[in-house]
C-alpha cells in the first residue's frame, strides 16, 4: 500500500487533495496541518516524513504582501521549510511534490511561460518560492518534482471567486482590474492532478522536474469576475473594469504569468482543462458548498 503524507492539510488545496485522495482504497494517507507539522523545524519534519513513499507539500506562506516586510519570515517557510523535506526525502527515497507559483517568473511575457524560462521573481513572495524550488532541484534531481500553479480558487479558503460572490450581497458594482492576466485554476482540479502525478512518479512515468498545473487558456481579474457572477445567476454588468494603479499594493504584480503545460506529455498525463470551463465544473460540482450560489 502507498502511504503518502500531505503537508498543509488545513489549507484550500490541501482540503481538496484529502478529498480526492480519501476515494482511493490503496493508499494510506497522513494529513498534518500547519499547526501538527511546522515544515521549518527539519527535526519534526524528518520525523514525519520516515515511513512515507509520497509526501504532497501543500503548506507555504501565502501572503504575497506581508512578505515584502517579512521576506527573511516567508523564505524560511517557502525555501528553508521545502528545503527541510526536500532533504528528508533524500534521506528517506521519498518522493516530493511541491506546489509553487507563476511569480516566479517576471510576468512581463507575451506568450506562455515554458516550464523551463528563467524566472526573475519581481516581489518578495516570489524570491521565496523560488527558493523552494533551487531546494527541490538540488537535493531531489531525480525524485522531486515542482507544480507551479496560479489564481487558486476553491471551497475551501479564502480566495477571489468567493471575495466576489460575498461582495456581491454588498455593493451594487465591483470595480476589478482589467490590466492583469493570468489563469484561473480550480484547487480540486489541481488536487486531482498532483495525485495523478504522484501515481505516475511511482509508477516511473514521469521523469522530476517543473511542471505547470494551471488551466489553460486564460483571462484577467475582470474577466474571472464576470464569469464567476454569471455562473452565480448575477448581473455580470455590475462588475466594472479598473487599472491596477487603483488599488496600490505593497508588493508588484506581475502583468501576465500565463505559464505553458507542454510537460506533461512527458508524464503521459493531459494538462488541465480550459480555465472557464472548469470554473464551470467547479459551480456544478458537488464537491463545493452551496456558497458558491449567491442568494
Request: glycine fraction near 10%; charged fraction near 20%.
Amino acid at each position: 500500500m502507498t502511504r503518502i503524507l500531505v503537508t498543509g492539510a488545513g489549507g484550500m488545496l490541501g482540503a481538496d487533495l484529502l478529498a480526492v485522495l480519501g476515494s482511493r482504497r490503496d493508499l494510506k494517507v497522513t494529513a498534518l496541518t500547519r499547526d501538527e507539522l511546522d515544515i521549518t523545524d527539519a527535526d519534526a519534519v524528518r520525523a514525519a516524513v520516515a515511513g512515507h513513499d509520497v509526501v504532497v507539500n501543500a503548506a507555504a506562506w501565502t501572503d504575497v504582501d506581508g512578505a515584502e516586510a517579512a521576506e527573511a519570515a516567508a523564505t524560511r517557510v517557502n525555501g528553508d521549510g521545502v528545503a527541510n523535506l526536500a532533504a528528508a526525502g533524500a534521506e528517506t527515497g521519498a518522493r516530493l511534490l511541491h506546489v509553487s507559483t507563476d511569480y516566479v517568473f517576471r510576468g512581463d511575457a507575451t506568450t506562455p511561460y515554458p516550464e523551463d524560462a528563467p524566472t526573475d521573481p519581481v516581489n518578495a513572495y516570489g524570491r521565496s518560492k523560488l527558493a523552494g524550488e533551487r531546494a527541490v532541484a538540488r537535493l531531489l534531481p531525480d525524485t522531486g518534482y515542482v507544480v507551479r500553479t496560479a489564481w487558486l480558487y476553491g471551497a475551501h479558503g479564502p480566495n477571489f471567486v468567493t471575495t466576489m460572490l460575498r461582495l456581491a450581497g454588498q455593493r451594487e458594482h465591483l470595480d476589478v482590474v482589467d490590466d492583469q492576466q493570468g489563469q484561473p485554476t480550480w484547487s480540486y482540479a489541481l488536487a486531482t492532478q498532483l495525485v495523478a502525478l504522484a501515481d505516475a512518479a511511482l509508477a516511473g512515468r514521469a521523469p522530476a522536474g517543473v511542471y505547470h498545473g494551471t488551466c489553460s487558456g486564460g483571462t484577467t481579474w475582470y474577466g474571472l469576475a464576470r464569469a464567476a457572477f454569471t455562473l452565480a445567476g448575477l448581473d455580470p454588468q455590475r462588475i466594472r473594469p479598473t487599472t491596477s494603479d487603483r488599488f496600490p499594493r505593497p508588493a508588484t504584480r506581475p502583468t501576465c504569468t500565463m505559464l505553458g503545460h507542454d510537460r506533461w506529455a512527458v508524464a503521459g498525463l493531459p494538462p488541465l482543462p480550459d480555465w472557464h470551463d472548469s470554473l464551470t465544473d467547479a459551480f456544478d460540482s458537488t464537491v463545493p458548498p452551496t456558497r458558491w450560489k449567491a442568494a
